[in-house]
């Protein structure tokens, strides 16, 4: 049985070195993180919709909002549903105008823009986080893998210095400064 975790947003951020996006997805009820490389243009659209701001023309997620408006459906969910070769696949559930429900394959950075300019849910299937989540986590117990993806993580977090702009304490400039 697929178990579903619910996750938030927790940051959209740029490592420094390599002036990749990676957004942060942490688990709603404790302190286990999904960290999933995305590109510049959607983790700016991502983060523009976090700060409540809009572009002054319809970004593609906001146009696939307004298309759904308009075909009377709605964003019910998302869930991350897979990790292959480590890129993350994911599905939007959504409800039709008549009551249905389908879904449609997405990339996960598109699947999580969308989500935040509906506030629809988003969810990652247990697995998902076993495979790829990070969990700091202070016990004897935690295996040598884990430490090792801890430890990934950390050296990761600590070499991001830049915020996108409002996203926490500390801003910096914005990448395309």
Same mark, same amino acid.
Do not use: C
């Given at each position: 049985?697929?178990?579903?975790?619910?996750?938030?947003?927790?940051? *959209?951020? *740029? @490592?420094?070195?390599?002036?990749? @996006?990676?957004?942060?997805?942490?688990?709603?009820?404790? =302190?286990?993180?999904?960290?999933?490389?995305?590109?510049? =243009?959607?983790?700016? %659209?991502?983060?523009?919709?976090?700060?409540?701001?809009?572009?002054?023309?319809?970004?593609? @997620? +906001?146009?696939?909002?307004? !298309?759904?408006?308009?075909?009377?459906?709605?964003?019910?969910? !998302?869930?991350?549903? @897979?990790?292959?070769?480590?890129?993350?696949? %994911?599905?939007?559930?959504?409800? /039709?105008?008549?009551?249905? &429900?389908?879904?449609?394959?997405?990339?996960?950075?598109?699947?999580?823009?969308?989500? !935040?300019? /509906?506030?629809?849910?988003?969810?990652? =299937?247990?697995?998902?986080? =076993?495979?790829?989540?990070?969990?700091?986590?202070?016990?004897?117990?935690?295996?040598?893998?884990? &430490?090792?993806?801890?430890?990934?993580?950390?050296?990761? *977090?600590?070499?991001?210095?830049? +915020?996108?702009?409002?996203?926490?304490?500390?801003?910096?400039?914005?990448?395309?400064?």
């Amino acid at each position: 049985m697929v178990r579903l975790v619910e996750m938030v947003v927790e940051s *959209v951020r *740029v @490592h420094m070195l390599s002036s990749q @996006h990676v957004v942060i997805l942490k688990e709603s009820d404790r =302190d286990r993180y999904l960290p999933i490389w995305i590109g510049s =243009d959607v983790a700016n %659209a991502i983060a523009m919709k976090l700060q409540g701001l809009s572009a002054e023309r319809p970004l593609t @997620h +906001d146009l696939m909002v307004s !298309v759904l408006g308009a075909l009377g459906s709605t964003l019910s969910r !998302v869930v991350v549903t @897979h990790v292959a070769e480590g890129t993350f696949h %994911a599905r939007l559930y959504l409800e /039709t105008a008549a009551g249905d &429900e389908t879904e449609v394959d997405s990339r996960t950075s598109d699947a999580i823009a969308v989500a !935040v300019r /509906t506030g629809s849910p988003i969810y990652a =299937d247990e697995r998902v986080l =076993d495979e790829a989540g990070v969990e700091p986590d202070g016990s004897d117990e935690a295996s040598a893998a884990d &430490e090792e993806r801890l430890d990934m993580f950390r050296e990761f *977090v600590n070499s991001l210095d830049v +915020d996108l702009p409002g996203q926490g304490e500390g801003s910096g400039p914005s990448p395309e400064s």
